[in-house]
């Protein structure tokens, strides 16, 4: 890989700052160089700093013109469910005349229907599905995701979806962060504590002696896996050396934020219905909380997490899509950063360091990605604005002009249309 300039951006926004997540007044400074530039050798940013510095330092670069347009680091999406077979649709109409998501599964559809599809697909035809996927993340800016299992339930099908992920990963640029949830909702054939002892005693070691996933999630909700049954799944996983997730209070207040900063986990995952004293405790724990508000959205629910309540305990907030069949079809981190400052009423450059270093940093890439700093990996977007606020102001859009990944290669670029 040789060398590449990026000049003349409106607003480089940078994200320098301290080599940890961002909390508090942290999380609003976005270091932003104005007319500013970066210089990438190998993949990597070498120099950042004024466009016509930078300029000067070019001689041998392939220059990117960036067209006073804004710049900044790839999204890091740090809560997908990417790996599924078909959609929810009948689901959607249903919600739309007036069924609740819960009446919904309890009726055959929801997390059990993309089970039964899941299950019925083949692991080519799963793969096949995923890139077509894959490309709309990128077409978003976001240049790495998390992506989980949960859509199989059987030894078998779970490791078929994490060795799709694993493809996933090796063959499109986008960058795949593997999380094992086996425990997403309770097969048909089987009681929770049967599931719980599958999960434990045959999916995790399996899992664990492939290396096919990072993290382990559990869905800790009423109807799904209670606290004991949560605990009991993590505690294995964290045995066998993976680190945790949780999706956390998202339907009930029903202790997944407590357990979350009880076993330490990394972070904590939707949070609707946390309150001041699961804040708390994830502020003892060091546990990262992730909000997915287009999730909060598509359902068509009004409870949004209590962001601001976070951001003011010291929490370092994460935003993300959620993207998954039955509650946030959506890929776009641009729609997110909307709903975050609609909805959870967080400043867009509060926003803009959720969805891109404090998300790196919950995937223990914080010194790899997600800020345009030296040594970084130069994985970056150019949106057709000037003012990085337009990002999270325009929705329903992604406004990208282009998308570099893979420390600066092109997979998205409008710069014919102009
Ligand atoms: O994060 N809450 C559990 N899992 C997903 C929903 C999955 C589905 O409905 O298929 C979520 O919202
Ligand atoms: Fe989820």
């Known amino acids: 890989m040789g060398t590449l300039a990026v000049l003349n951006a409106s607003q480089l926004v940078t994200l320098t700052g301290p080599r940890r997540p ?23 940013i070498d120099i950042v700093g004024l466009s016509d510095e930078i300029e000067k330092k070019a001689d041998d670069a392939e220059i990117i ?9 790839g999204f890091v999406d740090a809560h997908t469910h990417l790996v599924f077979a078909g959609n929810r649709l009948d689901d959607f109409e249903r919600r739309a005349l007036g069924e609740t998501y819960e009446q919904i599964a309890a009726a055959g559809g929801g997390i059990w229907s993309t089970v039964e599809k899941t299950r019925a ?35 078998h099908d779970e490791l078929k979806i994490l060795r799709v992920i694993r493809r ?29 002892n599958c999960v ?31 605990r009991e799944i993590l505690t294995a996983a964290k045995k066998l050396g993976l680190k945790l997730r949780i999706h956390a209070d998202q339907l009930t207040n029903s202790g997944g934020a407590k357990l979350a900063a009880e076993l330490k986990a990394t972070t904590a995952d939707h949070l609707e219905k946390t309150d001041e004293r699961g804040i708390a405790a994830m502020k003892t724990s060091g546990v990262q909380p992730v909000l997915l508000p287009g999730s909060v959205y598509a359902l068509g629910w009004a409870d949004y997490p209590r962001a601001r309540e976070m951001i ?22 641009p729609m997110v950063l909307s709903l975050a400052c609609t909805q959870m009423k967080m400043s867009p450059a509060e926003a803009i360091t959720a969805a891109t270093i404090n998300a ?28 990085y606020r337009e990002i999270a102001y325009w929705f329903g859009f992604p406004p990208m002009h282009s998308v570099y990944v893979c420390g600066g290669r092109c997979v998205m670029s409008r710069a014919e249309e102009n």
């Not at 035809?125 to 299992?149: I, M, N, P, Y």
Request: hydrophobic share 40%; charged share 25%; with cysteine.
């Open 312 to 333: 003011e305990a010291g929490l370092a907030v994460v935003i993300a899509t959620d993207f998954n069949p039955g509650s946030s079809p959506t890929p776009s981190m």
């Open 22 to 44: 961002r909390i508090g007044a942290e999380i609003s400074q976005l270091a932003i160089i104005r007319d500013g530039g970066m210089l990438i050798r190998n993949g990597k």
């Open 121 to 155: 697909a083949s692991d080519v035809d799963l793969l096949a599905q995923a890139k077509k996927r894959a490309q709309w993340f990128l077409r978003c800016g976001t240049t790495t995701v998390e992506a989980k299992s949960g859509y199989g339930l059987t030894v």
């Open 360 to 387: 790196a940093y919950s995937l223990n890439l914080g010194d790899k990605i997600g800020s345009l700093e030296i040594g970084k990996l130069a994985n970056f977007s150019i949106f057709d604005c000037k003012d």
């Open 65 to 73: 013109d960036a067209g006073r347009r804004v710049v900044l680091p």
């Open 168 to 196: 996933l990963n090796q063959e499109t640029p986008l960058e795949i962060v593997p999380t094992f949830l086996g425990a997403h909702a309770v097969p048909r054939e089987m009681s929770a504590d049967e599931h719980v």
């Open 200 to 230: 434990i005693q045959e999916m995790l070691p399996r899992v664990a002696s492939e290396k096919l996933a990072e993290f382990c999630d559990v869905f800790c909700e009423r109807g799904y896996f209670d606290v004991e049954q949560s």
